[in-house]
């Protein structure tokens, strides 16, 4: 839903692009070519996987996965096993969770886990009034969009938790590592009668340090930004408390009556894959996956740094040296978006647009027009161009003020 707004842009933008006189090909491309990052679509990962091979690649027959069940006696009843087993020794090697004492819950993509837990949540309290959901901007930009979507009558969007100062119960959404801008988060608003969602997507080793392993009531994570595999929409909650979970496991069910068993027997494979790939006694050919991905993060956040410096429009942020549990080095965050900022008064997102790249403006997490989010998970070659592209703006343009 979110991201659709911007296919459209993009194609208005393309069918109305008439040649320029002449068209510049760097490294193959045009430079009249549209430069999408405005998605954290992890088409980055794809080079790993595709060394990988055909070895791990999962068949299923056809007489395979018929019912609506996975293990009727488990709370979450559609959950594979296989993944159950997998995500624990995930978490485990990785050390960024606590699985103990949660129940987990599947679902199709951790966005469905979102409005499963705030369901959760807000069902049990029988409040008169709409519960408030804050989270500290800049936040993502689909907490507010799917708070208010079907305009519950359980819960409402009520912006900067920075700026909440209702009475009553809430419930904060905490990301981190945040997106847009990386940052690694605590609770800001910390009340009695506060109930809070740990989203993960981005707590792992290539894009920060594990610094303990987490554990919350409600954390949420998702192989599409842990191991790139945003299409199989699977994304996992580890749940305290039992009731909350058995209500998550409602909601998934009248939502979809459970979630895909072949996209749960894929991600376990490949979670069974990035597991053996730590260990570091080899009976496998491969390369450890973390360590694989955070060199190339490492490498493409050198890039954009070198870029941007002698560049006097525009600044990114640097991040504090952590150690990591994982690896035992220090390192900094590499995060999966550059929150970028322009000078100030500049429409940051129309300017890059200008240049035929699109970003996702500020405004859309609570923020200012100077930033824009900025993928950096795309393909080597569509990255390597937007760097060159940028490195070409240097001034604004007549309509930009
Ligand atoms: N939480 C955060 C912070 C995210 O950035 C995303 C993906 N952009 C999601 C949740 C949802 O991920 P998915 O539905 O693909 O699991």
């Not at 002449?22 to 070519?33: I, L, Q």
């Not at 069940?69 to 488990?74: E, G, L, R, W, Y």
Request: proline content about 4%; charged content about 25%.
């Amino acid at each position: 839903v979110v991201e659709m707004q911007n296919i459209e842009q993009a194609f208005v933008i393309k069918s109305s692009n008439t040649p320029s006189v002449t068209e510049e090909k760097v490294d193959g491309h045009s430079s009249e070519e549209i430069i999408n990052l405005d998605h954290g679509d992890p088409t980055m990962y794809e080079s790993y996987w595709k060394n990988v091979g055909s070895k791990y690649t999962v068949t299923i027959p056809a007489y395979q996965s018929l019912s609506y069940f996975s293990n009727a006696k488990n709370l979450c009843w559609f959950l594979e096993p296989k993944l159950e087993e997998e995500i624990k020794k995930l978490h485990k090697v990785v050390g960024n969770a606590i699985v103990q004492d949660h129940y987990i819950v599947v679902g199709t993509g951790s966005s469905q886990l979102i409005q499963a837990a705030l369901y959760a949540l807000c069902d049990s309290l029988n409040e008169p009034n709409p519960i408030s959901v804050v989270s500290a901007a800049p936040y993502y930009s689909s907490y507010p969009e799917v708070t208010d979507f079907l305009r519950s009558r359980l819960f409402k969007w009520g912006g900067d938790a920075r700026s909440f100062d209702e009475d009553g119960p809430y419930i904060e959404m905490v990301t981190s590592p945040n997106n847009p801008d990386g940052v690694l988060r605590e609770p800001v608003v910390k009340r009695a009668k506060g109930m809070l969602i740990h989203d993960f997507a981005y707590y792992w080793p290539q894009y920060t340090a594990i610094t303990s392993p987490a554990d919350h009531d409600i954390m949420l994570f998702t192989v599409s930004k842990c191991t790139g595999h945003a299409g199989s929409r699977i994304g996992w909650a580890l749940v305290r408390d039992q009731n909350v979970a058995k209500k998550m496991v409602k909601f998934v069910e009248l939502n979809t009556i459970g979630v895909s068993k072949e996209a749960q027997l894929r991600a376990a494979k490949i979670l069974e894959v990035i597991t053996a790939s730590c260990q570091r006694v080899k009976p496998h050919d491969l390369e450890n996956f973390f360590e694989h991905t955070h060199n190339l993060m490492a490498e493409r956040w050198k890039k954009l740094q070198d870029s941007v410096k002698n560049n006097k429009l525009f600044y990114v942020q640097k991040y504090p040296l952590q150690q990591c549990n994982f690896t035992g080095d220090f390192t900094e965050t590499y995060p999966a978006f550059a929150w970028l900022k322009s000078k100030e008064g500049i429409d940051c997102e129309k300017l890059l647009r200008e240049h035929k790249i699109l970003t996702r403006s500020g405004r859309r997490f609570g923020s200012d027009q100077e930033y824009v989010r900025i993928s950096m998970l795309s393909r080597v070659d569509e990255f390597d161009l937007f760097l060159q592209r940028l490195s070409t703006i240097r001034r604004i343009s007549s309509g930009n003020s």
